[in-house]
């Protein structure tokens, strides 16, 4: 059964750092991973799908990768903002199994 | 614009009763999922349907049920025999099911018990 984890569980950072969220996953028979945003009380907001074949997505400031052999991805913001404060979601499908999160803060 | 919309955004269950959450979405996706959230854990899937009338369960199914009875629908009872019914409720849909595709989500349910 496919496992993902998150590390860390939170992150608090000042405004102007660049980060680097984790995730990693134990099956890499897996179709894509996804990268969600979640603010409080609110459902999720997809930032970046990979599918499996790729090696990375970029958005804006976001930057994801993949690397299935090793079962880990990352997601990297750069010139972080107080806006990006949420807590931050992995996914792998094929079966969608959620990691637990990160929270992160950046402080002004 | 399109999107989906889940209502109540609060909802307080009795203790014996059932209730049921709603979700519709007007994206004209083919798949739509239940997840259920507790604090600081992931998301874990209760059912999920690739097409209308046709619904599988997921990890969680025990004391709930769904229909999809129209494509834009996919209601969610939470039944008296589910013991721990407290959680936020978010429901996604995607064009089609099977991985591949990315999931969109509505803002969620937080049921409570009275």
């Known amino acids: 059964k496919q496992e993902v984890t998150q590390i860390p569980a939170a992150l608090s950072v000042p405004e102007g750092e660049n980060l680097v969220l984790n995730c990693s996953f134990t099956d890499s028979a897996i179709y894509n991973l996804q990268w969600f945003r979640q603010d409080p009380g609110k459902g999720l907001t997809s930032l970046l799908l990979?599918?499996?074949?790729?090696r990375e997505q970029t958005s804006g400031r976001l930057n994801a990768s993949l690397d299935k052999s090793s079962g880990r991805s990352t997601l990297y913001i750069a010139a972080s903002q107080p806006g990006d404060s949420a807590t931050y979601l992995c996914?792998?499908?094929?079966?969608?199994?959620f990691g637990a999160g990160t929270r992160l803060t950046v402080k002004p | 614009d399109g999107g989906i919309t889940q209502s109540p955004k609060y909802l307080f269950r009795k203790e014996g009763q059932n209730v049921t959450l709603s979700c519709e979405q007007n994206l004209n996706h083919d798949a739509m999922y239940w997840y259920r959230q507790d604090p600081g854990q992931g998301l874990r899937l209760i059912y999920y349907?690739?097409?209308?009338?046709?619904?599988q369960k997921g990890d969680i199914a025990e004391g709930y049920s769904v229909s999809r009875e129209k494509k834009e629908s996919f209601p969610l009872t939470v039944t008296s025999a589910q013991k721990n019914p407290t959680a936020f409720y978010l429901c996604a849909s995607s064009i089609g099911a099977g991985g591949g595709q990315p999931q969109h989500f509505g803002d969620g349910t937080r049921l409570s018990i009275l």
């Open positions: 996914a792998v499908s094929n079966d969608m199994r």
């Open positions: 349907s690739q097409i209308v009338n046709d619904f």
């Open positions: 990979i599918q499996s074949s790729q």
